[in-house]
T-cell receptor, first 112, second 114 residues
């Protein structure tokens, strides 16, 4: 069966360190992978998109990698700040259409 | 007002009530979505409208009935719900046909069914 797995346990890190979150998938061949941030009581906010033929994407302190052989994406936040504390969701788009399938999210806590 | 708005933000209803959730987007998008987010579970796609036509109905019970009168508005009509339908209902919009296009979410409606 198809699965998207994100670590359901919270990730606690110290301010200034690099946070690394993992998204693993099975029985999918996604054309695109997206990362979203969700704060409590609010809707998700888009952060980054990476295509199946791209290995890495960067945006300011954010970096996403996409390994279609390992079926894994890594999401990095460098020089993390307490304001980065949130739940981060990965989502797969299977084709050029609009439909996304989301993982369960990983909660990140950055301590000052 | 900008972005994607949803009303009401909170709703408590009994199992015999009929209510509607409303979503409005001010982004010029032409695809709209309803998602359900329950505690400890991933976002579940419920319905997709693209160019005002329903293109996806993800095996959702008939007690949920969507309506998309135009590309800016989306409704979710609720009737005879069950307590397990209590969740955060999120609306999103995007540009139809934009490959892998990002979705813009509203703040959600927190629904409690008694």
């Amino acid at each position: 069966s198809q699965k998207i797995e994100q670590n359901s346990e919270a990730l606690n890190i110290q301010e200034g360190k690099t946070a690394t979150l993992t998204c693993n998938y099975t029985n999918y061949s996604p054309a695109y992978l997206q990362w979203y941030r969700q704060d409590p009581g609010r809707g998700p906010v888009f952060l980054l998109l990476i295509r199946e033929n791209e290995k890495e994407k960067r945006k300011e302190r954010l970096k996403v990698t996409f390994d279609t052989t390992l079926k894994q994406s890594l999401f990095h936040i460098t020089a993390s700040q307490p304001a980065d504390s949130a739940t981060y969701l990965c989502a797969l788009a299977l084709n050029a259409g609009n439909m996304l399938t989301f993982g369960g999210g990983t909660r990140l806590m950055v301590k000052p | 007002e900008t972005g994607v708005t949803q009303t009401p933000r909170h709703l408590v209803m009994g199992m015999t009530n009929k209510k509607s959730l409303k979503c409005e987007q001010h982004l010029g998008h032409n695809a709209m979505y309803w998602y359900k987010q329950s505690a400890k579970k991933p976002l579940e796609l419920m319905f997709v409208y693209s160019l005002e036509e329903r293109v996806e109905n993800n095996s959702v019970p008939s007690r949920f009935s969507p309506e998309c009168p135009n590309s800016s508005h989306l409704f979710l009509h609720l009737h005879t719900l069950q307590p397990e339908d209590s969740a955060l209902y999120l609306c999103a919009s995007s540009l139809a046909g934009l490959a892998g296009g990002e979705q813009f979410f509203g703040p959600g409606t927190r629904l409690t069914v008694l």
